[in-house]
């Protein structure tokens, strides 16, 4: 197996080591940090255990995307499609791109309010959306949603409030970035740019049958 193969198979699995790493940063320079800094180097760990939660253990994002949000396309090579490159490529971007460089510019507000927003946004389409269309309480993604991104997402909104560190421009900003970067990262990169019909990097067969999301959605249907 090449370096870019185990990559494109495991790059969710080395986000954990990346996080533990992140953690044991904001621990060692704890009061050399501010604390909108904490909450970012929090969010940022909060996001590569969200894609450890989607695509390692539990797993079944792949096969959750394909079956819930777009059920014509084939099995492995989803969202026009999704394969294991554009995965890849789109989720290193969202985390190391757009969730990690807030955490370098604390006082730009609206750039680390953005990735704030999306994960509440997250809790919409995870733990609303495919939770009633499994008849489940829980999908994959959405542990590190309720237990890390939205409170994580709270203490943010509550601290710059309180302390009057956010206007309606950082707002309005903060939107437009977390929907412009949404659109480039998985629209245009993902779906455009690396998604492919005859692919040569689809899901592997077990990444697709983790958390049995096609008998899942066979039961919910009876």
């Known amino acids: 197996m090449t370096p870019l193969k185990f990559l494109r198979?495991?790059?969710?699995?080395?986000?954990?080591f990346s996080a533990v790493a992140a953690g044991a940063y904001l621990i060692s320079a704890w009061n050399e940090l501010v604390f909108l800094q904490k909450l970012l180097i929090l969010n940022f760990i909060a996001v590569l255990i969200h894609q450890f939660e989607e695509y390692s253990w539990p797993?079944?994002?792949?096969?959750?995307?394909?079956?819930?949000?777009?059920?014509?396309?084939?099995?492995?090579?989803?969202?026009n499609p999704l394969n294991q490159n554009s995965s890849m490529v789109?989720?290193?971007?969202?985390a190391y791109g757009f969730f990690l460089l807030p955490v370098f510019f604390?006082?730009?507000?609206?750039?680390?309010l953005?990735?704030?927003?999306?994960?509440?946004?997250?809790?919409?389409?995870?733990?609303?959306?495919?939770n009633l269309k499994l008849k489940s309480f829980y999908?994959?993604?959405?542990?590190?949603?309720?237990?890390g991104w939205i409170p994580i997402g709270v203490v943010y909104i509550y601290y710059i409030q309180a302390n009057s560190m956010v206007n309606l421009?950082?707002?309005l900003l903060a939107v437009v970035w977390a929907a412009v970067s949404m659109l480039l990262i998985f629209y245009i990169i993902?779906?455009?740019?690396?998604?492919?019909?005859?692919?040569?990097?689809?899901?592997?067969?077990?990444?697709?049958?983790?958390?049995?999301?096609?008998?899942?959605?066979?039961?919910?249907?009876r």
């Open 9 to 16: 198979r495991h790059w969710h699995d080395i986000g954990i």
């Open 59 to 79: 797993g079944g994002f792949p096969a959750i995307a394909n079956k819930v949000f777009m059920p014509s396309l084939k099995l492995d090579r989803f969202l």
């Open 90 to 94: 789109a989720n290193l971007i969202f």
């Open 106 to 112: 604390p006082n730009v507000i609206w750039l680390g």
């Open 114 to 130: 953005a990735p704030v927003l999306v994960g509440f946004v997250q809790f919409i389409g995870h733990a609303i959306y495919v």
């Open 139 to 147: 999908s994959p993604g959405v542990a590190s949603i309720i237990f």
């Open 169 to 171: 421009w950082d707002w």
């Open 190 to 221: 993902e779906q455009k740019l690396l998604g492919s019909k005859n692919s040569p990097y689809p899901f592997d067969p077990d990444e697709m049958k983790r958390f049995d999301v096609e008998k899942k959605l066979e039961l919910a249907r």
